[in-house]
DNA sequence: CTGAAAGCGCTTACAG
DNA sequence: CTGAAAGCGCTTACAG
């Protein structure tokens, strides 16, 4: 299996009797005479020419590379981004280096740097982030892309996640529940401050709610946990709003293994809407947002942002909308 | 936000007093003299120096990116896949550079020559794979994960496949099912045909089965319809084995849509076991196959290779398991 | 429109 | 143990 050696821009040019500047100029849309683009197109062809990128990104002012900071690809909620935004990256013919929690802040700081990203786009940043506002220290386009940072000069995009808690809790005092838990998400995440934030507004506003709150970081087991405690409890709540799906699906199968019915014992609303809650199995009263809409505008903003660096910054907020299924019921 | 110029060994080695080389040699683990050596990393540490990887990939033998060809992200079975590899391949430094279904097999195997991957990682090779045999043919080695492909010289480790639709036969057949659909997977792909055979010889060997066999490519969406099908005909099977656990959850999920009660009335067996299978709200009989070490051994497979590319060929099938849950019940 | 040349930031022999 | 130098495969001014 000895490597076999890799065809170069200086033998096609050798073989399209060019100099291999030429070669160069005419994969890169440099002005070519018809002729000898023809020429070494053909042979470029004959050998399916790839130029190394290794090459292009050390000697050109861009790698090609985009950095996405997504902390865990097991939530079902982050492959559906990572689709979307390597669809975008594509075909622009960019591509995507993924830092996952595989490895500490600064392991994934170490590796962007190395790998001369052209830029990042963060997707799981909590108060005080350590690692956007050191990947933006180091000069890198940072894109705050699902959650955001206030103060941290950024373009960011997010979910009108403020209302999505609102519909929630509108939901559930509408069906009559006055005894309710938040189980949220991770203290400092812009997404549960602002859900729990709308859900509390809305919620007090009805004067005489009991609200529990505890915070489950985005975590199934850890929610799962959280809603089995709950259960147990001397006075359970009638209705659980979690800060997303997973989160509901938890309390879903807590709920289910401590015999506790869903919706006639206990309502459940979830928010995200990933494609599993509409399965008949699930069917989750949840709030919708944008996902894939949400990973593809964070990518636009940064490529923006590397087109135009003096631009001003932007803060997209996409709407939510409520979606009700089977488990919500009135008290 | 001027990209601030990035430090290069050059400027280590002039503030450190050395040579540019010596500053390569105490990163690379060459020999160096202690005093000079401690030096060096001084300056390293203060400006947090890191090489760049296109330089290292340009000049040196290996560029320590694996590529990992898989085409469907959104199968809940493939995060975990990826999650796994990162953690062995971030464990020796290296990275991965992931090759989905957004791009075409030409794209993806331009993409893998321009990165210049020290290796492929293939785990969705299908019968007559145009991809992998390019791959190799560009002289990079490649290991076969997960799915395997006969008379193709590559390390390749699996699943012990024709055991899983064995112990999936018999389980239905001790309930004493007699008519059963085996919801397939891809024609082409191993694992289809393997936990085929198994299922079939098992079920053979019992006389008197009727087996209806259809392939949904492993899809939710075309399995579900396959099983709304199914469920509709005129004599609906008692028991399904779905190849893999995405189906199975489109059979429970079909099944509950037409008001059919699982396992009451239709038995559902899939194969893989992740995750969500244990979830009391699918609770679902299946084969669980090793998923992380399949990863793992893939990657394993793919760095022994490299370092020592005359070694025999290694071909790792890995013990599976019934898991009894409770979406079967006699018949 | 085209070629010759410099240079990107490293690793790796090669001397000493 | 250490430095000077070549060279990896490109892009990008610079001449002509």
């Not at 982030?129 to 933006?136: M, N, T």
């Amino acid at each position: 299996m000895a490597r076999r050696p890799t065809v170069t821009s200086v033998q096609i040019a050798r073989e399209a009797g060019v100099a291999q500047s030429t070669v160069s100029r005419v994969l890169n849309g440099g002005s070519v005479a018809p002729e000898t683009r023809r020429r070494v197109l053909e042979v470029v062809a004959k050998y399916d020419f790839q130029p190394s990128q290794a090459a292009r990104s050390l000697v050109g002012a861009r790698s090609g590379l985009i950095g996405v900071v997504i902390r865990d690809l097991t939530n079902p909620f982050y492959p559906v981004m990572v689709k979307a935004m390597e669809r975008v990256l594509h075909g622009q013919g960019l591509r995507l280096t993924l830092v996952t929690d595989v490895m500490t802040a600064d392991e994934g700081l170490a590796l962007l740097r190395r790998e001369g990203v052209d830029g990042v786009v963060f997707t799981s940043a909590v108060r005080d982030e350590p690692l956007a506002h050191r990947i933006r220290g180091h000069g890198i386009p940072v894109v705050l892309c699902h959650r955001t940072l206030e103060g941290f000069a950024a373009d960011q995009v997010e979910a009108d996640n403020v209302t999505a808690g609102r519909l929630a809790a509108e939901h559930l005092l509408d069906l009559g529940h006055r005894r309710i838990a938040m189980v949220c998400g991770l203290a400092g995440a812009s997404t549960s401050e602002q859900r729990g934030r709308g859900f509390r507004e809305r919620g007090g506003a009805c004067g005489e709610v009991a609200l529990t709150e505890l915070y489950a970081g985005y975590d199934y087991d850890a929610a799962y946990d959280a809603v089995r405690g709950l259960l147990a409890g001397a006075e359970p709540p009638t209705a659980l709003f979690c800060h997303n799906d997973v989160m509901a699906y938890a309390a879903l199968n807590a709920a289910a293994a401590a015999g506790v019915a869903v919706p006639r014992e206990l309502s459940v609303v979830g928010c995200d809407d990933v494609p599993l809650s509409s399965w008949e199995r699930i069917d989750l009263t949840t709030v919708r947002q944008p996902l894939e809409r949400i990973a593809r505008v964070g990518v636009e903003l940064l490529l923006d942002r590397l087109a135009d660096p003096d631009a001003p910054l932007r803060h997209e907020v996409l709407p939510v909308e409520f979606v009700g299924r089977s488990t919500t019921a009135p008290v």
